[in-house]
């Protein structure tokens, strides 16, 4: 299924293939399976960076895999700041990346 999974014929540990799951992360077609968590299907996918930071433009991805800090917020079927390392992917789900403005201050 994904390059970080050996395939079910050839686990020693009697693993059966799961169900798979399809969405897409900004029109890319993306496979995982059915349990998998939204961070972990793009990761599966090779996708290691999923958001940019609002100052500096810095790529950010999965940091804790926890829940806690944030990093990892994705927009699923147009709700916004879902943590993708706490989402579990489910059939159809359209990812895309968020990017937002710092608020502008005015003095
Ligand atoms: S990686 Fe920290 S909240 Fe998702």
């Known amino acids: 299924?994904?390059?970080?999974?050996?395939?079910?014929?050839?686990?020693i540990s009697?693993?059966?293939d799961a169900d798979p799951v399809r969405l897409t992360f900004e029109?890319?077609?993306?496979t995982g399976e059915r349990g998998q968590t939204i961070?972990?299907?793009l990761l599966a996918n090779g996708i290691q960076?999923?958001?940019?930071t609002s100052y500096d433009r810095r790529p950010r991805g999965l940091f804790c895999g926890i829940g806690v800090c944030?990093?990892?917020?994705?927009?699923?079927?147009?709700?916004?700041d879902v943590r993708?390392?706490?989402?579990?992917?489910?059939?159809?789900?359209?990812?895309?990346?968020?990017?937002?403005?710092?608020p502008v201050v005015k003095e």
């Open 1 to 11: 299924m994904n390059a970080r999974l050996i395939p079910a014929e050839d686990d």
């Open 14 to 16: 009697g693993r059966r």
């Open 27 to 30: 029109g890319r077609t993306l």
């Open 39 to 41: 961070a972990g299907v």
């Open 49 to 52: 960076s999923w958001r940019t």
């Open 70 to 80: 944030y990093d990892c917020i994705v927009t699923v079927n147009d709700e916004r």
């Open 84 to 102: 993708a390392c706490q989402r579990r992917a489910h059939d159809g789900d359209v990812i895309t990346a968020q990017s937002d403005e710092l």
